[in-house]
């Protein structure tokens, strides 16, 4: 049995991973398109702070891991798959037959629709390549600009500030995380922030990005030390123009579903797939951040894309590319973030369902917030930030269903109470149950 795994992300590994404990004799390819060992995205802030070598963002530490394990790791792109025949076109010319093919290809960030954005300078913080290319700019004495103030850029913006680099970030809208934090929670992260020394300009968007005129720094890295130019200018749609060594654009990704063009897989957002994982064509599968799979809360098709969710997916996927018959059930939308020593967290359904309560507590001078929605007597989703010991226990009472019967209005009192409705719920002698 041929498994070809086309994505070298947390997703791609665990599933290889599976496949061959499962199925000793099997040949599993894993097709990853950088020039680079497996690793993990969400290793890259601790190597552009130096608190990790390269090495140190490999997703196995081993040299030999994968060949150990008789794994095939290629490092080239997929241009196309062609589910009639069961093969795949390497952008080489060389063709891979598979007999069960999983697609974990991930995102790609979307492109700045803005004049300037393909300008030398200007770069997104995705690959390691982007990685090294930051830190040889983001030192002391140097301007950054960080357009994107979501999950993605508040993971690497402690990175940027703690490299002495001059930070300001730009976020189009009113807040910082916006699909993770409520207007009070996300404005409390900006004012962190912002007493950390780092400029932020909320609902403010990227007019261009222009160039400068004098020589120096920005000349020597970027321009071959052929062109005359010391910088990069980065006009506001209000007329401020921010001065920059370098640009890092954060303004989201997308699935990397284009190659898959003409392939008879059904795409919506993502790879659309059923509680298999399976896709519309019975030999291919998806996982990770480009799969459009279920949400623990909604029931519905979304693409989730976080590590945990990615690497449940290889999981589950590569237990059914095997004939394991593994259902899966659905992932919580649940995201951690550390953003310069402020840690916040949210779990499902964060904003509320129709017709549900929530329970707020707020101390902005102590940069603590917490937000619990309640379905009934059940939690189905909560945000915190500056509150860390309850982040398990919130996730646990979402993802068990537990009706809390009394202990609801003790918690609409005191949402900190979170950790004595666990113990006394489970403690119960009669509990009264989960809501299906």
């Avoid at 497996?38 to 601790?46: F, T």
């Avoid at 830190?135 to 994107?148: E, Q, T, W």
Wanted: proline share 4%.
């Amino acid at each position: 049995m041929q498994h070809v795994i086309i994505g070298a992300g947390p997703a791609g590994v665990v599933a290889a991973e599976t496949i061959r404990k499962a199925d000793p004799s099997a040949k599993v390819t894993l097709i990853g398109n950088e020039p680079e060992n497996p690793y993990s995205r969400m290793a890259i802030p601790y190597y552009l702070v130096g608190q990790i070598p390269e090495e140190g963002t490999h997703l196995r530490k081993t040299a030999c891991h994968f060949e150990d394990n008789s794994i095939e790791v290629r490092k080239e792109h997929v241009a196309k798959v062609d589910t009639a025949s069961n093969s795949l076109t390497l952008e080489s010319g060389d063709t891979v037959n598979y007999d069960r093919l999983l697609i974990a290809t991930g995102s790609r960030p979307i492109h700045l629709p803005i004049p300037g954005a393909d300008l030398p300078g200007v770069v997104n913080c995705w690959t390691l390549e982007d990685a090294r290319q930051i830190a040889s700019v983001c030192k002391a004495g140097n301007k950054a600009v960080l357009i994107g103030a979501g999950f993605i850029g508040c993971i690497i913006l402690e990175a940027l500030a703690r490299s002495g680099v001059e930070l300001t970030v730009v976020e189009a809208e009113n807040r910082m995380v916006p699909r993770m934090m409520n207007d009070a929670a996300g404005g409390l992260i900006k004012d962190w922030c912002e007493q950390q020394g780092v400029a932020v300009r909320t609902s403010s968007r990227v007019k261009s990005i222009k160039v400068g005129s004098s020589g120096g720094f920005f000349s020597k890295l970027f321009g071959g030390g052929s062109s005359n130019v010391d910088g990069l200018t980065v006009e506001l749609e209000s007329g401020e123009k921010i001065a920059a060594d370098i640009v890092i654009s954060a303004t989201g990704v997308e699935p990397n579903t284009h190659f898959l063009k003409d392939s008879g897989i059904k795409i919506d957002h993502g790879i659309v797939v059923n509680d298999r994982l399976q896709t519309n064509v019975d030999n291919v599968y998806a996982a990770g951040d480009v799969c459009q799979g279920y949400d623990f809360s909604t029931g519905m098709q979304t693409v989730q894309a976080i590590q945990p969710t990615a690497t449940e997916h290889g999981r589950v996927a590569a237990s059914n590319m095997v004939g394991q018959d593994l259902a899966h059930i659905g992932s919580v939308n649940m995201n951690v973030l550390d953003t310069m020593g402020l840690i916040s967290s949210s779990f499902g359904m964060w904003m509320g369902v129709d017709g549900g309560e929530s329970a707020e507590l707020n101390r902005p001078e102590a940069f603590q917030y917490m937000n619990l929605q309640f379905k009934d007597d059940v939690i189905v989703g909560a945000s915190s930030l500056g509150l860390t010991n309850h982040v398990g226990v919130l996730r646990g009472l979402i993802q068990s269903r537990t009706h809390l019967g009394e202990w609801k209005q003790k918690l609409m009192d005191d949402p900190t109470r979170i950790m004595d409705a666990f113990v006394a719920l489970n403690m119960s002698p009669s509990p009264r149950g989960a809501l299906h």
